[in-house]
């Protein structure tokens, strides 16, 4: 390596300056969240808002927190929202994938076009709630499930995936007497086992954070998503407080709650982030390359 | 050891034309499965695609798309005439322009800087640190935002401890496009800076050896070789960024928008959002679906063909 300039060292600090810059801005934002849900909520609001730490200690926020039920029904629901509609999309994205992955399969590249095409095109979001509504999904669960069984970038990093798979393994496994259905279980599943995962992730993640199915085809409250019951506990009458100047104890309250409820409701996503992220990057990385 | 022997034939025969029935038998298997593949794209893709003939019809959910009376273009000349339509048009097209300035180079910038990073520690925890936001929901996103401009809020507070007047930030349709924009940097800057991060580590290093060794300062290596290595990836991101610009950004508006700020946050998308689900005026809100999607598709279009002018690649 050469030796830097003195212009390259200058700029070598502004930039660590600057980056550390948007570390800070990317983190005080959450653990301003998370200061203010333990503080204590009448010192909170008696002063300015500005917190390098916790104002006072107080837990009754998250006690207040978990006795709320809707949140625990949200739970509940995302829960197995994600579980059943992970399951759902996994397998269908790999039977997809595979199945159009086949050498010489006539008609493949119609349902290719035809797949891709979606990506591009879609119905928009009036008509596809009408064959929702049509269908008699609205206010059950399967709606918030099926009509995003498959996605179709994930279905193209998969479809990618068992494009690169050597061959010989299937061949082999052909003249072993093997059916289609034992090559995509006993052959190409075991060999697929990363990419799966990132698949997977990706869609779990997107049932845990998404609201807008939830906000177009549930109305029944027992069936929010966690999301929807935030948004309710967050957003609702959010400009209508505005006008208020002085704030009483009770509504100090219900203020702090919110930053509870927001720290109860991302700890999870935030306790697998760490773990996740590097599966996350390859997916997008497969993506960009094939895409 | 029958059915061994018939896949066997089935392989030796490849190089000879097969009849149609000895295909159906090797891949039937294949097409029992794309059974369901294809059901769920024909169900929730296509049938919607079909279902947009309801923009040109009367449609009532009793009668159905079969028996709907057909009106031709009324629903597209009542929205053309709709008191919204120029507010929608152009808050649809500011707040995509405010985040195609500002938003989307901010990623290629930040690739540009974490590249120029020697110590490899801090370059890790800078992109762990700023990939998180892309995994909180929009909800709490939103929900943050709103706490941090209310106007007992942290900017507030600090506005104060300077001296100013509190800002109505929620209420005063000014500052939306600001708040949107801003926040969407914050939750995507590091995630989309990935692909420019992966784009640039693809690039010949022999080439900044030699500009090097030619005496070429970081300035002109950054753009000279940099740069133009990043090209292809900027304008394919470019294209698709345009090419979904009537329709991303929507689920945050709803999030973040009230009345009072309808003015500069209102979009095409939220309007048909409550319209249709909301007031229920199928015929209306899907003609006004289709508007959009017609314009998305102009900009697509034209995006790519710009790109294919100027640098010779574009998406299709």
Known sequence: ?291 | MKKIGSELSGTVQTAMPKSKLKLLREYHEIYIMLIPVVLYYILFKYMPMVGNVIAFQDYSITRGIFESEFVGLKHFSTFLKDVYFWRLLRNTLMLNLWSLVLEFPSAIIMALLLNEVRCLAFKKTVQTVTYMPHFISSVIIAGMVLDFVSNDGLINSVINRFGLETVPFITDPKYFRGIYTISGIWQSVGWNSIIYISALSAIDAGLYEAAAIDGASRWRQTFHITLPGLLPTIAIMLIMRIGSMMTTGYEKIILLYNPTTYETADVISTYVYRQGIRGAQYSYSAAIGVFNSVINFILLVFANWFSKRTNGSGLF
Request: glycine share 6%; hydrophobic share 50%.
């Open chain 1, 1 to 291: 390596m050469l030796k830097r300039t003195k212009g390259e060292k200058i700029f070598a600090v502004f930039n660590t300056l600057f980056l550390t810059g948007m570390l800070i801005a990317t983190l005080y934002p959450c653990l301003y969240v998370l200061f203010a849900s333990i503080s204590d909520p009448v010192e909170l609001y008696s002063g300015s808002k500005i917190l390098l730490c916790p104002r006072g200690f107080n837990l009754t926020n998250y006690a207040h927190v978990l006795k709320n039920s809707m949140l625990w029904i949200g739970y509940r629901n995302t829960i197995f929202y994600t579980v059943a509609g992970t399951l759902l999309n996994v397998s269908l994205t790999i039977v997809a994938a595979y199945c159009l992955s086949r050498r010489g399969l006539p008609g493949k590249n119609f349902i290719l076009m035809a797949i891709v095409f979606t990506m591009y095109f879609s119905g928009g979001m009036i008509p596809t709630y009408l064959v929702v509504k049509n269908l008699h999904l609205l206010d059950k669960f399967a709606a918030l499930i099926l009509p995003g069984a498959i996605n179709t970038s994930n279905f193209i990093i998969m479809l990618s995936f068992f494009r690169g798979l050597p061959g010989e393994l299937e061949e082999a496994a052909k003249i072993d007497g093997a059916n289609n259905y034992l090559i995509l279980i006993q052959v190409m599943i075991p060999l697929s086992k990363a990419c799966i995962a990132v698949i997977a992730l990706y869609y779990a993640v997107e049932h845990w954070n998404s609201y807008m199915p939830g906000l177009l085809y549930i109305n029944n409250m027992r069936k929010y998503p966690l999301q929807l019951v935030l948004r309710e506990i967050l957003l609702e009458g959010s400009a209508q407080q505005n006008g208020v100047v002085s704030i009483d104890d009770a509504d100090a309250v219900a203020e702090t709650i919110k930053y509870a409820t927001m720290v109860v409701s991302t700890v999870p996503m935030l306790c697998v982030y760490p773990f996740i992220q590097r599966y996350f990057v390859k997916g997008v990385m497969i993506g960009a390359i094939k895409g």
